[in-house]
């Protein structure tokens, strides 16, 4: 699992609340990131992150935000969620088998909001 | 949008029996790589074949790259019932850089004792 955890793993909340969920690696990858897991939609990326506070944006970007203070630690914001927002969030840390660029999962967590 | 589409979208076969699950893309790729997913849990990386590549074997695995018809094939080999799972192909396309995979929707399996 590449040391990856993420925090809590399973959450409800009220819609215009906001959410919080962490991503913790503990083998100094610089690049990670956030995906929204839906049926019918396969894996989306919401952001990634490249180094301490170097963010970029997803495909699936809007009503969420990232922040990355330390290496160890990829938060992800929902300021107000909204019910389109229930999925399960995965994290991932994107690092190089050889001269290819392969990515680890931690274990999700899953978001519903009511 | 999404790059990879796989096919079928599910599929249910015995054990010892041959799984083979579809996938098709859209734009020029650096490489294709096959995930796994158990119900509930992560992705693991599964194998990769590069885009000079047309077979590449892991296993009971064979994966097959045709990037004239921008389609990757995963053939699982005397299925297992641990082999239920989603499976999942994720392009490196050429113009994102080689930092972000784009992933299909999935097929998700089921071996039968």
């Known amino acids: 699992d590449a040391g990856i955890t993420q925090s809590p793993r399973h959450k409800v909340t009220e819609t215009g609340t906001p959410v919080t969920l962490r991503c913790h690696q503990t083998?100094?990858?610089?690049?990670m990131y956030w995906y929204r897991q839906d049926p019918g939609h396969g894996l989306r990326l919401i952001h990634y992150?490249?180094?301490?506070?170097?963010?970029d944006k997803g495909e699936v970007s809007d009503g969420y935000s990232v922040s990355r203070s330390k290496t160890e630690d990829f938060l992800l914001t929902l300021e107000s969620a909204t019910s389109s927002q229930t999925s399960v969030y995965f994290c991932?840390?994107?690092?190089?088998?050889?001269?290819?660029?392969?990515?680890?999962f931690g274990p999700g967590t899953r978001l519903t909001v009511l | 949008s999404q790059q990879g589409e796989e096919d079928p979208q599910a599929l249910s076969i015995q054990e010892g029996e041959n799984a083979t699950m579809n996938c098709s893309y859209k734009?020029?790729?650096?490489?294709l790589q096959w995930y796994r997913q158990n119900s509930g849990r992560g992705l693991v990386h599964l194998i990769l074949?590069?885009?000079?590549?047309r077979e590449k074997h892991s296993g009971r695995l064979r994966v097959t790259l045709d990037t004239s018809k921008k389609s990757s094939s995963l053939l699982i080999t005397a299925s297992r019932a641990a082999d239920t799972a989603s499976y999942f192909c994720?392009?490196?396309?050429?113009?994102?850089?080689?930092?972000?995979?784009?992933f299909g929707k999935g097929t998700m399996l089921l071996v039968s004792p």
């Open positions: 991932a840390i994107g690092t190089t088998s050889g001269r290819f660029w392969l990515q680890y």
């Open positions: 083998e100094n990858h610089r690049y």
């Open positions: 992150s490249y180094g301490v506070k170097d963010t």
């Open positions: 734009t020029s790729i650096n490489n």
């Open positions: 074949i590069r885009s000079n590549e």
């Open positions: 994720a392009t490196v396309s050429l113009n994102s850089g080689y930092s972000t995979l784009t």
